[in-house]
């Protein structure tokens, strides 16, 4: 084991010079990966040697997604004491179902999950658990106001018409997980939104009042703390008042931007968010630990004992159930996700963990200022969101992010909103400073200016054509 340690450490060490010189790896072609590396599983092992120089490979053609180059996805960089929790919790290797075979990791969680619902406004009488993904919290939300509403579903199943209510802009995960819980894609009704992406309370309104009409039984509201596209939050406290008044579970899914919650600042893009049922947030998002840390709370922890718990003798042997928590965890044996967060947020504090989000927002706000004082980019997205939304000149958004990629150069999205297609960065990697984000439109503008103008150019005059 020690000497595998020491080739971790020389595969880090080789990590971290491939970040420098090559921070957008090289992409290999899917039809060439088998060809490219080595990935054959066979009959025989391999010598060390052989070994380290094949994960060096796989390491130099893999997503950097720690570089100064990475704007691509709701997550990145690298934070020390963060991962130096989760490399102790694969060391450890507990699972955490059990006080017995988890022991002080499960007071690790608890202390988490009790300070995530102080800062959400909730009681002290409130609960949550951990689980694999942003996705997993918004079904475990969804199967609690379920059995909330109707108990009998339990143990009958379902044999009503029940609907679910989420905006146009929030998650996919909204109609996937009415699939899996067996009540149906076209129970999910989708909420028109605002120019900003945010949801309508009254449209909301409008459309329960007609479900019900129609003999649907409404029981479930998804808002949103950070839409996936423009980083858009919901009105909680306007949609909290139309779900009072129908007897509706409010969840908000802060997956992307639920941190706001440990920000002075920007507290208040989620302001009412006290008066929802349950409320979700990524620590691998806005906090930076590694993937995954994905956290529910809720103000009704009876009823996610009652939505999860199942008795089973040959596992729950000692302690009581506040601390096997297995009886409150969609999972059985899972892994320490809390550890990473928790060695995170005891080195620097809450005030800490305030600091890395308002980064993130401030760095957003030098590349809208950027983009505001250079007439060839035209801003798409809105203040107070770290999701910057711009394209660049006449060239379309896909096609240069495609390229960007292909060449090594950036990595960047792009997405799409009331048929506006655009160049979506990011700025929630946590290795970014302002420099970084210069550079980011610097890069483009050169590339650009190579690569991509004079083909604009040149289409646009075929289809004038």
């Not at 990475?70 to 690298?78: D, E, H, S, T």
Request: charged content about 20%; some cysteine.
């Amino acid at each position: 084991m020690r000497q595998d340690l020491k080739l971790f450490s020389e595969l880090c060490d080789f990590l971290f010079e491939e970040e420098q010189k090559n921070p957008v790896a090289e992409p290999i072609p899917t039809s060439e990966l088998h060809q490219k590396l080595d990935l054959k599983l066979n009959n025989e092992g391999i010598v060390d040697q052989a070994l380290t120089s094949t994960l060096k490979s796989i390491i130099k053609s893999t997503p950097k997604t720690a570089s100064k180059s990475f704007f691509n996805q709701l997550f990145g960089g690298r934070i020390g004491k963060a991962a130096l929790g989760d490399l102790l919790a694969v060391m450890l290797n507990n699972s955490m179902y059990t006080y017995k075979v988890a022991g002080p990791q499960v007071g690790i969680e608890k202390e988490i999950i009790d300070n995530i619902c102080r800062l959400s406004g909730y009681p002290e009488n409130s609960g949550g658990t951990l689980a694999a993904g942003g996705s997993m919290t918004n079904l475990m939300a969804l199967l609690m106001a379920r059995d909330y509403k109707f108990p009998e579903i339990r143990t009958h199943g379902i044999s009503q018409k029940i609907t679910l209510y989420t905006s146009e802009a929030s998650h996919y995960s909204a109609s996937k997980n009415a699939i899996l819980t067996g009540i149906g894609r076209q129970q999910v009704r989708y909420i028109k939104t605002n120019n900003r992406g945010e949801m309508s309370a009254s449209h909301l309104e409008s459309v329960i009042k007609n479900d019900i009409k129609e003999g649907y039984k409404p029981f479930f509201v998804n808002a949103t703390a950070g839409t996936t596209v423009l980083g858009a939050f919901d009105d909680i406290k306007s949609i909290s008042d139309v779900c009072k008044t129908y007897s509706l579970w409010l969840h908000v899914d802060g997956a992307y931007c639920g941190s706001v919650i440990f920000s002075k600042t920007y507290k208040h893009l989620a302001n009412g968010l006290e008066f929802s049922d349950s409320f979700s947030l990524n620590g691998h998002k806005m906090l930076g630990t590694p993937l995954g840390c994905s956290i529910i709370v809720t103000k009704h922890k009876t009823q996610l004992h009652r939505s999860f718990s199942n008795e089973a003798d040959y596992l729950y042997q000692t302690d009581g159930d506040d601390f096997n928590l297995g009886k409150t965890s969609l999972q059985c044996g899972r892994r320490n996700d809390a550890l990473k967060l928790w060695t995170l947020w005891k080195s620097i504090g809450t005030n800490g963990l305030e600091h890395i989000v308002d980064h993130q927002f401030e760095l957003a706000q030098t590349a809208r200022d950027y983009i505001n004082n250079h007439p060839d980019y035209t801003l798409c997205s809105y203040d107070n969101s770290i999701s910057v939304c711009f394209n660049y000149k006449d060239i379309p958004a896909n096609m240069l992010c495609t390229a960007l990629y292909e060449d090594s150069q950036l990595m960047v999205g792009f997405g799409k909103f009331n048929d506006t297609e655009f160049v979506r960065m990011v700025t929630i990697n946590t290795v970014l400073e302002k420099e970084d984000i210069i550079n980011f439109f610097t890069t483009i503008e050169a590339y650009a200016s190579k690569h991509l103008l004079k083909n604009v150019s040149y289409s646009a005059t075929l289809i004038d054509k």
